[in-house]
């Protein structure tokens, strides 16, 4: 209110100066009873004698709009730290829900060059992927394995291919031996490839050499990636430059393993034997026919000694070392998931949530015996609506009578509505669970009064039916007080008119009142089905396997099954429900008019 | 009771009202039967008992016998149930005794209609009644639940259900033994800490932040109004378990999952849509020239707030703070994510008692928390009260 306050302070203490046009505003404002902010704005939209200015010269107008302008931000700057609040601790983690239901980089950025390596693979042809594959995908499980990763991935692809965790287990624990035979030889060779000192010098090009540290900011890069730690600071290692043109690959590794060795394992890169992969990369280098002709760094009489040696021993078979870990690794199923699952983003969990797969061939509906969220969605739905029904059942007449009811007896009955309305969540669940039990309350009555045998108790909980009674109780009051204060406006006069111009009881009713309370209904059934369709506590306790919601199956994703990709898409489908319903509700009853008690 | 009828009350004629009297009889008698052993004699025996009451009752003892009658009745009942059942027999038949004695006089006499306007027919006044007795019912369906609990929390065995010590009113049977586990056991005390340390700082949080912003809501030229109130709103419409999945997503990133601090803010978020909609709805009623007036005294916006605004919409405030306080203490599933076992609160371990190792200790803490809500809605519609004569006060 202030800043326009002001400015009619100083247009009031100015109105002699201003003369004429002062004036007239001065009695069209007195000429009516009550004035109005915009009295002066019509007033000078009528005169065509001029605007009408304000104390400072400015028409009064646009200065009517400037303290409106102030009135709107000072209206914004309140509101403004909560929609702040609001949008980081709510808004901001339901979009982290909605991203993680698409979000894949797990894959590219554990295998990373297999990824690169597999854009060329048909899988639709009958071969699994050759020895370049194979070895890209060594490259990577070695470090994955270092980094204990690759458990990681292989829960990934689990949950789209069956066998897969244990097989990145298994492999994760072998791969330090594929290439055993040429390691060993190269080491009983020449001990000195055992030698910590040796490698970093041969690395790093020995002291003042001219140095390259493009391979390891590609390893950094390749690290971070893998991790999402920061591998940022000195390494203690620099890679030679001559030796990275010669051995490009080699180095890389070191680099990753310096890397490694550095900021995870917090050790010192020259005291440190390379790992295995390091080996192997030379190894493979060095019999690829590298030309070490030109070469007169250090250890260059060792690596010329170590390619003769290498020139009889067989050559690394990759393919051949994943196969003898395992088998599986030439199931074509196994290579078409990782493909199938390489892009950052993926659309595999929303498809999953809706009971359909992807495939090389498109996508297809699972197989039958599979499929559980459909049935489970349809539950859901089926259920709130019965739930929604039953509360519209024993609202109404509920509401009716409260509404019809004097005051001051309705306004006591009314304890009886939000008494539990007040109540713990918990409270009346476990009332309910007290209440339905084999041993509980009414099968105790049903009992005594002879109604049912001692051994034939009814079963109500932990089924469909005990969801529905426990909800249809714990919503009910969701859906009397929008129908009660609906039906508080309907007069009751206009029954009796209908009932006197001949009208019958139900004629009365069904023609007169009953459209009246209509939005009344309309309200309260949408305010349950949307409070229904997401529950996940009541029916948790007293669902048993057959009453639950797809709430819990969302939250046994998050907690059990780790799943979470899966937990978000599912949950991105739920909310998409309750927004489509809220947005309904906003136009129907209006956001703003909602009550409470 | 009126004092005044709409109805002229005349006497029933016998050959309506001992029927009526009968049919009922034979109905609660059925119940009795079946309770004993056999339907059919109960059915019987209770129509013709009751018959003969009410043929007794409206030809020898109407008028100023009534009194005498009823008590007879009600005496008679409860030593007949004494017979049949002891001490919960007795009051089962006091009951049915009150009862029919009020029944046979009200029907006998007509005063049925007394209350109804005199032009219904016999199926209007049928059905009047028939809607009363299922609103009746509906409203026990609403009650029983939150009713039984209390008893049973009394209960000295590990039952979910009545002994029959209970039912025999033996006091053997009663014990306060829950209510010492849930005082002396560390996980519930820890649990009731965990829930007052954590309800009050999430409650402040959204009052303070709620209740600017109603104000700010409230002025007639804020753009995208309803856009902003879709998203200050949207916390109590999201589905929980969504809301809980993406804090727990997105508060792990930030490091905040499992901390105090993480459940607080959750908390926080969650009430704010009931502060925000309780306060706006006091502030429809707030008649702005107050501010102006304030204003134009020379009172700076601070000390008008302070002085003007906020006494009057004080109750508005206090009740959205009170529904903000019952969301963060009822809360279960965001804690149940957000939180770690350090920010057990008392509906996680209600929930956990339920759904693992079933111990009536939780019908003890219901019955606690059932009395803090009537205390609550106590509060509630004090305040409301206040904050409509308040309104009534100011000149709007």
Known sequence: MRPFHTDKNKFDKNKDANGDTMSDVTDATTAKNAPTPDDALRISDSKASGP?????????????????????????????????????????????????????????????????????????????????????????????????????????????????????????????????????????????????????????????????????????????????????????????????????????????????????????????????????????????????????????????????????QPAIDFKQAFLDDDEDWADPGLWETIKLYSPPFTTGYFLKAVDLQKTVGGVEAVPDGEKIYGTLFKRTLFMSMVIMGSCILLGYPIAWILANLPVRTANLLLILVLLPFWTSLLVRTSAWKVMLQQQGVINDILVWLGMIADDSRLVMINNQFGTIVAMTHILLPFMILPMYSVMQTIPQTYLRAAKSLGATNWTAFWRVYFPQSIPGIGAGSILVFILSIGYYITPEIVGGTTGTFISNRIAYHISSSLNWGLAAALGSILLAAVLILYWAYDKIVGIDNVKLG | ????????????????????????????????????????????????????????????????????????????????????????????????????????????????????????????????????????????????????????????????????????????????????????????????????????????????????????LSSEHVPFKRAIMAILISPMIVPLIISAAGMYFFYSRLGLQGTYWGVVLAHAALGIPFVIITVTATLVGFDRSLTRAAANMGANPVTTFFRVQMPLILPGVISGGLFAFITSFDEVVVVLFVGSAGQKTLPWQMFIGLREQISPTILAVATILVSLSILLLATVEVLRRRSERLRGMSPG
Not at chain 2, 8 to 17: G, N
Not at chain 2, 151 to 165: C, D, G, I, V, Y
Request: charged share 20%; net charge negative; aromatic share 12%.
């Open chain 2, 1 to 216: 009771m009126a004092t005044y009828t709409l109805t002229h009350v005349e006497k029933k004629p016998l050959s309506f009202s001992v029927p009526v009297l009968a049919a009922a009889g034979a109905f609660a008698g059925l119940f009795i039967g079946t309770a004993q052993g056999s339907g059919p004699i109960g059915f019987v025996g209770g129509a013709v008992m009751l018959a003969l009451l009410g043929l007794v009752c409206l030809t020898a003892l109407s008028n100023d016998k009534e009194k005498i009658a009823r008590w007879l009745i009600l005496l008679g009942m409860a030593a007949a149930g004494y017979a049949f059942g002891a001490l919960p027999g007795l009051v089962v038949g006091a009951l049915f005794g009150w009862f029919f004695g009020w029944f046979i006089y009200w029907i006998g006499e007509g005063r049925y209609r007394a209350n109804l306007v005199p032009y219904l027919t016999p199926g209007q006044v049928l059905w009047h009644y028939s809607f009363r007795v299922i609103c009746g019912m509906i409203f026990f369906f609403l009650i029983t639940p939150i009713v039984v609990v209390m008893p049973l929390s009394f209960n000295a065995e590990n039952f979910f259900t009545f002994t029959p010590e209970m039912l025999r009113f033996d006091p053997a049977g009663y014990s306060l033994k829950h209510y010492r586990d849930f005082f002396n056991s560390p996980d519930w005390q820890q649990a009731l800490w965990n829930s007052v340390t954590i309800a009050p700082v999430a409650t402040l949080l959204s009052v303070t932040f709620g209740t600017l912003a109603a104000i700010g």
């Open chain 1, 52 to 312: 009408v200015l304000a104390a400072d010269g400015t028409p009064l107008k646009k200065s009517l709009k400037r303290a409106l302008r102030a009135q709107k931000l000072r209206a914004l700057a309140l509101i403004a730290p909560l929609l702040i609040f609001i949008l980081i601790t709510f808004i901001a983690p339901i979009g982290d829900m909605l991203f993680r239901s698409v979000e894949n980089q797990i894959v590219s950025s554990t295998l990373q060059n297999t990824v690169v390596e597999l854009e060329d693979w048909d899988p639709a042809g009958a071969d699994i992927p050759g020895e370049p594959t194979f070895e890209a995908l060594y490259w990577d499980l070695f470090l994955a394995a270092e980094a204990k990763e690759h458990t990681k991935l292989g829960t990934r692809l689990n949950y789209e291919e069956t066998g897969v965790s244990s097989l990145f287990r298994g492999v994760g624990r072998g791969i330090d031996d594929f290439g055993e035979d040429q390691v060993e030889a190269l080491e009983d060779f020449d001990p000195v490839w055992e030698d910590e000192m040796f490698w970093y010098t041969l690395m790093s090009g020995g002291d003042g050499a001219e140095q390259n540290s493009r391979h390891l900011s590609a390893a950094r890069e390749r690290l971070t990636t893998l991790t999402t730690d920061d591998f940022i600071g000195s390494a203690g290692f620099v890679p030679g430059a001559e030796i990275s043109e010669l051995l490009p690959r080699t180095i890389s590794e070191y680099s990753t393993f310096a890397l490694f060795t550095v900021f995870a394992d917090e050790d010192v890169v020259a005291e440190e034997e390379p790992w295995e992969a390091v080996k192997v990369s030379l190894i493979q280098e060095l019999t690829s026919g590298v030309d070490l002709a030109g070469y007169s760094g250090p250890g260059a009489a060792e690596l010329r000694a170590a390619q003769d040696m290498l020139a009889d």
